[in-house]
T-cell receptor, first 114, second 112 residues
Framework: DGGITQSPKYLFRKEGQNVTLSCEQN?????MYWYRQDPGQGLRLIYY???????QKGDIAEGYSVSREKKESFPLTVTSAQKNPTAFYLC?????????????FGSGTQLSVL | AQSVTQPDIHITVSEGASLELRCNYS??????LFWYVQSPGQGLQLLLK??????LVQGIKGFEAEFKRSQSSFNLRKPSVHWSDAAEYFC??????????FGTGTRLQVFP
């Protein structure tokens, strides 16, 4: 079945550590997105990519980095510069440039600080 | 910039009662509007969408939404709520055709 796979489901970060969240899709979608979800704040866009080897900052990119070396993969690194990383992270994909197309979401990664 | 407001953080209804979740948007042109639902610890699932045509849109699970340009609203409705509808609901609008902007969400609790 086609879909988006996020791993791990739960992740713990130590002080000063970088961690990477995985997102893989087999839907042949061009566009991929990372959202951060905090209680009461809805989903906020971190980064998005419309094509391989290209990506743009969203509203809250500071302290995060991404890469898009393959169409299927869009990993997110939470760096030590992100001082409040505890949140639920959602990856999504869609057909680029067609706002009539819905986003497909992964099941999320809960990141917590030790 | 486009924005979405969901004024109700938390709504509680009895099973079998009707439901209306409010959504207001800020956008100059005809917006592309969506409602998504999220179960705890899961990703989001599309309920319905509007981008043109009939202002009353039917979605999955018995939900519908009405686009009212004069009120800048896209409220979600269901005539009879089931316990399985308990979840968080998000309204969203496309910004510049390449970014989906979400509201802050409304958590629905259903009492038997």
């Amino acid at each position: 079945d086609g879909g988006i796979t996020q791993s791990p489901k739960y992740l713990f970060r130590k002080e000063g550590q970088n961690v990477t969240l995985s997102c893989e899709q087999n839907l042949n979608h061009d566009a991929m997105y990372w959202y951060r979800q905090d209680p009461g704040q809805g989903l906020r866009l971190i980064y998005y990519s419309q094509i391989v080897n290209d990506f743009q900052k969203g509203d809250i990119a500071e302290g995060y980095s991404v890469s898009r070396e393959k169409k299927e993969s869009f990993p997110l690194t939470v760096t030590s510069a992100q001082k409040n990383p505890t949140a639920f992270y959602l990856c999504a994909s869609s057909i680029f440039g067609n706002p009539n197309e819905k986003l497909f979401f992964g099941s999320g990664t809960q990141l917590s600080v030790l | 910039a486009q924005s979405v407001t969901q004024p109700d953080i938390h709504i509680t209804v009895s099973e079998g009662a009707s439901l209306e979740l409010r959504c207001n948007y800020s956008y100059g042109a005809t917006p592309y509007l969506f409602w998504y639902v999220q179960s705890p610890g899961q990703g989001l699932q599309l309920l319905l969408k509007y981008f043109s045509g009939d202002t009353l849109v039917q979605g999955i699970k018995g939900f519908e939404a009405e686009f009212k340009r004069s009120q800048s609203s896209f409220n979600l409705r269901k005539p009879s709520v089931h316990w399985s509808d308990a979840a968080e609901y998000f309204c969203a609008v496309y910004q510049d055709t390449d970014k989906l902007i979400f509201g802050t969400g409304t958590r629905l609790q259903v009492f038997p």
